[in-house]
């Protein structure tokens, strides 16, 4: 059963990477829209330009690493957790960082373009989704456990984030089904991670038992 869990988490972590280059040629695919910020990042005369753009770039690009990332986990559950746990909580600080730093500084800048709900909401939801995880990630049990349980609380924002962008680029005349395959592989990770997470109390096993699987 718990084999079946693991492989199934790893396959929602693979279609929510992979709903980053698709549609492949939709010119607002994660994908393509990275390629615009980091191109207009690098090529970009102002610093706060070049600032701006490419932390938008790794905001929209971090996600996507850290469910390659799990991908790879969840299918080798017995190669490194440590370091995945590490590697993760990097990600997580970079990615989430970056946001809420762009936030505030939008907020600092008393900036008109975006709402400013938008914009607090930018800086106080991945400050306490980071606290969150570093939490979990750290201070959740043995170590199958806060990595399931981690993993599960990275990917819940997920699915109403592309649900959203999924509805606003359908109102816009574009192709959703590529945010709606992340959101898709978001509620598969998360779901799939959380039974793991219990399934893993229930037994109480430990990372190197011969039934880890």
Not at 4 to 21: K, Q
Not at 107 to 128: E, H, M, T
Not at 149 to 169: D, E, R, Y
Not at 185 to 196: D, E, N, T, W
């Amino acid at each position: 059963m718990k084999k079946a869990l693991y492989l199934t988490a790893s396959l929602g972590a693979a279609l929510f990477a992979l709903s980053f280059f698709l549609p492949f040629s939709f010119h607002n695919s994660p994908f393509r829209r990275f390629l615009w910020a980091l191109d207009a990042a690098l090529h970009g005369e102002e610093l706060n330009e070049k600032i701006g753009l490419g932390g938008a770039s790794l905001v929209i690009v971090y996600p996507y690493l850290w469910s390659g990332l799990c991908f790879l986990s969840f299918l080798f559950p017995r190669l490194k957790p440590q370091a995945f746990l590490l590697a993760a909580s990097v990600l997580h600080l970079a990615g989430l960082g970056t946001l809420a730093f762009l936030a505030g500084a939008l907020l600092y800048l008393r900036d008109s373009y975006i709402p400013y709900g938008l914009q607090l909401a930018g800086l106080v939801v991945p400050l306490l989704l980071l606290a969150g995880l570093t939490a979990s990630a750290w201070f959740g049990g043995q170590l199958p456990r806060r990595r399931a349980l981690s993993t599960t609380l990275a990917f819940l924002p997920q699915i109403p984030l592309q649900m959203g962008l999924a509805f606003a680029v359908r109102a816009d005349g574009g192709p959703p089904w590529g945010f709606m395959l992340g959101a898709a592989g978001a509620l598969i990770g998360a779901s799939a991670c959380f039974c793991v997470y219990l399934v893993e109390g229930l037994h109480g096993q430990n990372l190197h038992s011969d039934s880890y699987l």
